[in-house]
């Protein structure tokens, strides 16, 4: 739930922050509803947990995590901060929302291997590696073949 009271309490900077994270996370939950499909967001601290999709063939739960930046270059992932190994619990997909200028919305959607691949690439590394220092980012211009690729999650979601 969110707390208002809290949000008012923050500085300028931390609470824009928090809302331009909220208006990707609401925005994915839009695009899916547009799909037909059910999400919800969370909002508790879960690890890696952002967006929940429901699938009640399988009884599973799909979980995309939502990493939104109004910054015009790069987009922060803190990948290999948070996995340090392949075997980590980890998200079904990445949602990674860019808001432009125009307060328009691009939506990259990357399974987690796919992910993976793009933050090695980007940290010019060839195996999964331990990161200790700094923040893992990815580039938004070297995102485009992942635009508006929702068929990556309507195709396991039916």
């Given at each position: 739930?969110?707390n208002?009271?809290?949000i008012?309490?923050m500085k300028?900077?931390?609470?824009q922050r928090?809302?331009?994270?909220l ?9 899916l509803?547009?799909?037909?499909i ?5 909002f508790v ?7 929940k999709?429901?699938?009640k063939?399988s009884?599973k ?8 930046t ?19 619990p980890h998200p ?6 860019h808001i ?8 990259f959607?990357?399974?987690?291997k796919?992910m993976a691949i793009?933050q ?8 999964w590696?331990?990161?200790e220092k700094g ?7 070297e995102l ?15």
């Open positions: 739930m969110i208002i009271k809290k008012k309490e300028s900077t931390q609470k928090y809302l331009i994270s208006a990707g996370k609401f925005g994915v939950c839009s695009e509803a547009k799909r037909n059910h999400s919800n967001i969370t601290n879960a690890k890696s947990t952002n967006i999709i429901p699938d063939e009884q739960s799909y979980i995309v995590e939502v990493k939104t109004n910054k015009p270059n790069k987009i922060v992932t803190n990948f290999f901060q948070k996995y340090k190994t392949k075997e980590t079904d997909f990445w949602v990674l929302v432009t200028k125009e307060l328009k919305s691009k939506y959607i990357l399974t987690h796919e793009e090695m690439k980007r940290n010019n590394m060839t195996k590696e331990v990161v923040v893992d980012n990815v580039l938004i211009k485009s073949a992942y635009e508006n690729q929702w068929d990556k999650i309507t195709e396991i979601i039916k």
